[in-house]
């Protein structure tokens, strides 16, 4: 079985500091990780994924994540936050087996980035 | 613009009573899930497809049931053996390779 883990419900750090945003995960095989933003009331949107290659993967908005595979983590970060950073963030870990499962995701539980100005 | 819609944007669900929630998307993903979000909770899988006419449980398919006769579609019935349906409902595609999910912007159910 797959899972992830976000260990801290929130965080928040000051506009222009640099930001983390933690995730484990668990799986049985290579590891298909994916980062999500939730802002209030919407869906889910598409940040950044790791599938394979380079550990450190960049994505939309300026954010980066870092895959450790030792460490079983897969971090969300970018360098200089900005206020309009504040919302939900998702750790995901996607089943890689389409033709049985879909591709399903598990998703952590979430962690609320605030920005304060 | 190719996209995932649901509707509607919120529910409100007598007890005892079915509701249905639409999902629809024109992006010719095969792959299509539902979840549920609940407060401090994330997002729990209810079901999935791969395939029209074809969908498998996921976590908490209890209460609940969809159907895929179209590859576009797929619905979600929310019945009365759902005894605690106050939820977000979220609904999403995604294509055969390892992309990313694209999600509706979901349906806030509450019952009444």
């Known amino acids: 079985a797959q899972s992830v883990a976000q260990p801290e419900d929130q965080v928040n750090v000051a506009e222009g500091n640099p930001l983390t945003v933690k995730c484990t995960y668990s799986?049985?095989?290579?590891?298909?990780l994916f980062w999500y933003v939730q802002y209030p009331n919407r869906g889910l949107q598409f940040l950044l994924k790791?599938?394979?290659?380079?550990?450190l993967v960049k994505g939309s908005y300026g954010f980066e994540a870092e895959f450790n595979k030792s460490q079983t983590s897969f971090h969300l970060k970018k360098p200089s936050a900005l206020v309009s950073d504040s919302a939900l963030y998702f750790c995901?870990?996607?089943?890689?087996?389409?033709?049985?499962?879909?591709?399903?995701?598990?998703f952590g539980d979430g962690t609320t980035l605030t920005v304060k100005p | 613009d190719g996209g995932i819609t649901q509707s509607p944007k919120y529910l409100f669900r007598k007890e005892g009573q079915n509701v249905t929630l639409s999902c629809e998307q024109n992006?010719?993903?095969?792959?299509m899930y539902w979840y549920r979000q609940d407060p401090g909770q994330g997002l729990r899988l209810i079901y999935y497809?791969?395939?029209?006419?074809?969908?498998q449980k996921g976590d908490i398919a209890e209460g609940y049931s969809v159907s895929r006769e179209k590859k576009e579609s797929f619905p979600l019935t929310v019945t009365s053996a759902q005894k605690n349906p106050t939820a977000f409902y979220l609904c999403?595609?995604?294509?055969?390779?390892?992309?990313?999910?694209?999600f509706g912007s979901g349906t806030r159910l509450t019952v009444v």
């Open positions: 999403a595609s995604s294509p055969k390779d390892n992309y990313g999910y694209t």
């Open positions: 992006l010719n993903h095969d792959a």
């Open positions: 995901a870990v996607r089943d890689p087996f389409f033709n049985t499962n879909a591709g399903k995701s598990t």
């Open positions: 799986v049985s095989g290579n590891p298909y």
């Open positions: 790791y599938i394979t290659g380079d550990n």
């Open positions: 497809s791969q395939i029209v006419n074809d969908f």
